[in-house]
Nanobody, 117 residues
Framework: VQLQASGGGLVQAGGSLRLSCAAS????????VTWYRQTPGEQRALVAA??????????NYADSVNGRFTISRDNAKNTVYLQMDSLKPEDTAVYYC?????????WGQGTLVTVSS
């Protein structure tokens, strides 16, 4: 099982990035998928989450990103996306995707997002 996170990079404040979390070895639509982010010296913090496709795919966002970030699924591509708009310097972090079900959980490697002012 592998979760491959990608799409990070350097962007100016106000810009956009789209992160991808592509899964192999599992059917991602059956899992709750969460994006977290982490800065040096801090714990990982929830950014956005989407429930499984069998649970109405409801979404949840951290207050700090609500209205700017959108989490979505492409089940045909076995991928979850995080569209990040109106980026701010404080969004700079390593972003991780996580998939879990009742019995399993998996982490992807991080992807670095740097927002310059």
């Amino acid at each position: 099982v592998q979760l491959q996170a990608s799409g990070g990079g350097l962007v100016q404040a106000g810009g956009s990035l789209r992160l991808s979390c592509a899964a192999s070895g599992i059917v991602l639509s059956a899992y709750v998928v969460t994006w977290y982010r982490q800065t040096p010296g801090e714990q990982r913090a929830l950014v956005a989450a989407v429930t499984s496709s069998t649970s109405s795919m409801s979404t949840n966002y951290a207050d700090s990103v609500n209205g700017r970030f959108t989490i979505s699924r492409d089940n045909a591509k076995n991928t979850v996306y995080l569209q990040m708009d109106s980026l701010k310097p404080e969004d700079t972090a390593v972003y991780y995707c996580h998939a879990h079900s009742l019995r399993e959980d998996y982490w992807g490697q991080g992807t670095l997002v740097t927002v310059s002012s």
